[in-house]
């Protein structure tokens, strides 16, 4: 299969990051390195592009469209929330900018092997890093039912989590849930029928099994600091996350380390010490354009945030 991918706000993001041609960037997740190679165009040759991924697969296109821009690029088969070790392995002390893409690519999703859309029948997997990890398949067979309607209401506030799970555990009781077309019958089951008229019934249990199965926010929440903290004075990081989750994660972080003091309001004297580590480059997040939705549907729920370090 053909590994397309559109590089969601691309002029935004390339903009935002203010580009220095002997900077040393780092991108994670590479995908299929839309982004990237713009990046990679306006280095030179003392400047170090740095891919990271968890999908081989990207990886691999990622290493065929860059090395057509240049070859002043490293690629890394590892999960962004390894920030630092990465660079550290890397002989990597500091960063110019930072890229984060949250979420599924298009390949991904397009992908029917890969079990991530309900769209598409498949066993049910969802790793983006097929070697390790537990599978969407796990989770659906193993979990109990508490564990399965607190996932699927935390992370995508399905309001009808608790039926869904309720479903899965009794289908399970005669065999297993092995594909997406199953998992899809069981939920359109547990879902009334007027309830799923709108919409795809499946869209919020599967995004919600895709968070779990890749620890989509707990990577998130810790690669942020450690990120902030690589980034060379001056240096600028831009976050494009896909639902509200990921963005509240971001602007709070982000927020925290924009902060001189950090004390309770009711405090007198600032006894914190803390510094400010981030100035804001958009105080509200940028958002496809109307010509970008048109081009890339995709595109609808995605926000850019980015900041800068002082």
């Known amino acids: 299969m053909e590994f397309k991918h559109i590089p969601i706000m691309l002029n935004e993001v390339i903009n935002g990051l203010d580009i220095k041609p002997n900077g040393i960037y780092l991108e994670g997740t590479i995908g299929g390195a839309g982004h ?30 860059l090395s057509s821009v240049g070859g002043n690029f490293k690629l890394v088969h590892d999960n962004y929330r390894n920030i630092k070790a990465i660079c550290q392995n890397l002989g990597v002390n500091h960063l110019d ?15 029917k092997d890969r079990g ?7 066993k049910l997997d969802m790793r983006m890093d097929q070697e390790s990890g537990k599978s969407a398949y796990d989770i ?27 479903f899965i555990c009794e289908y399970r009781e005669e065999k297993p849930i092995e594909t997406t077309f199953e998992l899809t019958d069981v939920i359109k089951r547990a879902i009334p029928k007027k309830a799923r008229e709108n919409k795809h019934p499946s869209k919020k249990t599967f995004q919600a099994l895709r968070i779990e199965v890749n620890d989509e926010l707990g990577a998130l929440n810790a690669a942020l600091q450690d990120a902030i903290d690589i980034l ?3 240096g600028r990081i831009a976050v494009i996350t896909f639902h509200s989750m990921e963005d509240k994660i971001v602007k709070d972080i982000f927020k925290f380390n924009t902060l001189d ?28 354009s109307k010509e970008e939705l048109e081009a890339n549907p995709r595109s609808e729920s995605a926000k850019l945030r980015i900041a800068q370090r002082v």
Do not use: M
């Not at 900018?97 to 992908?111: A, F, K, P, T």
């Not at 659906?140 to 309720?166: C, D, G, M, P």
């Open 36 to 65: 990237s190679q713009e990046i990679l165009k306006r280095l030179n040759e003392d400047g170090l592009l740095i891919g990271v991924d968890r999908d081989r697969e990207a990886l691999n296109k990622a290493n065929e469209v």
């Open 97 to 111: 900018g930072i890229l984060l893409d949250i979420g599924v690519s298009s390949y991904q999703l397009d992908n």
């Open 140 to 166: 659906v067979n193993t979990y109990t039912k508490e564990e399965l309607e607190e996932i699927i209401f935390k992370y995508s506030q399905e309001r009808w989590a608790r039926r869904i799970a309720e």
């Open 232 to 234: 060379n004075i001056c």
């Open 116 to 122: 991530f859309s309900y769209r598409l029948d498949a």
């Open 261 to 288: 003091c950090i004390c309770p309001p009711e405090s007198i004297i600032c006894t914190c010490n803390h510094k400010r580590k981030l100035k804001l480059v958009n105080n509200k997040p940028l958002v496809a």
